[in-house]
């Protein structure tokens, strides 16, 4: 299913996740002045804009974990749906040194237009998917479905020392029971350096995971790569392969607890 807003693959897979790419594309509606939000090419193609290689890391993760993805098919910088609406960097106008020119002087109105044309649009879907149990299929676990939110992070922002870690795992203190139990298992792999609430805290009040997953009980693990690691095709389908036997065996361990 397309939306402007969104798409959704996989919605009748039998997996017990619900995959969600907040950041997946850095497309710029052509009613947003004009298409173009007045930055480079070069700024577009940045992490300000996107997270890279996160879309092709979560459909791949569907397909390996029989699971439905929702994605976002719009440009954080144009509205973030990982904020909530009271945010004030729900619509950034500064962003590791770029200046974003058409969001400068935006006033409600055009927020609001942006709120009711994508933002709003892409939580109902997500909420709609995250409400329907998953179908009890073969080694699926029936009941409601886990939230696994994929991110990726740039590996230095500017002026800053460079990140070491490959994997984040972001979580909550109202809910960390499924980030423990990855964090647990991720820490078999002894070549990975793993972030625990890192590059960034897990809990932002109004951001998708506590909008779609805190407030309802639901298991949910926020996963960040460092973008270097998954610029291809081919290395999002190995970290997808290498993911989702982790992934499966942390959501049953976190579901005994």
């Known amino acids: 299913m397309q939306h402007e807003a969104f798409r959704i693959e996989g919605e009748d897979r039998r997996g017990p996740w ?34 890279p290689g996160a879309l092709g890391l979560s459909r791949a993760l569907g397909v390996a974990l029989d699971s439905a993805v929702i994605s976002s098919d719009f440009s954080r910088l144009v509205i973030d749906p990982n904020r909530g609406e009271d945010d004030p960097t729900l619509v950034m106008r500064l962003y590791d040194g770029s200046v974003i020119p058409a969001n400068r002087r935006i006033g409600a109105e055009g927020i609001a237009e942006r709120l009711d044309r994508l933002y709003r649009p892409y939580h109902a879907a997500l909420e709609q998917l995250a409400a329907t149990p998953s179908p009890s299929g073969s080694g699926a676990l029936s009941g409601p479905r886990a939230i696994l939110a994929i991110h990726s992070f740039t590996p230095c922002l500017r002026g800053r020392p460079p990140r070491p870690w490959h994997v984040g795992v972001l979580h909550s203190h109202l809910d960390s029971r499924l980030s423990r139990a990855l964090l647990a298992e991720l820490a078999r792999e002894a070549d990975l350096c793993i972030g625990d609430n890192e590059p960034y805290s897990g809990h932002l009040p109004g951001d998708s995971i ?48």
């Open 18 to 51: 619900l995959v969600t790419c907040d950041h997946a594309t850095n497309r710029v509606p052509d009613w947003v002045a004009g298409g173009s939000l007045g930055l480079p090419d070069t700024d577009m193609e940045r992490h300000i804009a996107y997270d």
């Open 210 to 257: 506590d909008r779609h997953a805190l407030e309802q009980g639901r298991h949910n693990t926020l996963i960040e790569l460092r973008n270097d690691l998954i610029e291809t095709p081919a290395q999002q389908e190995a970290w997808a392969q290498r993911l989702a036997p982790v992934l499966t065996r942390a959501l049953k361990e976190a579901s005994h607890v």
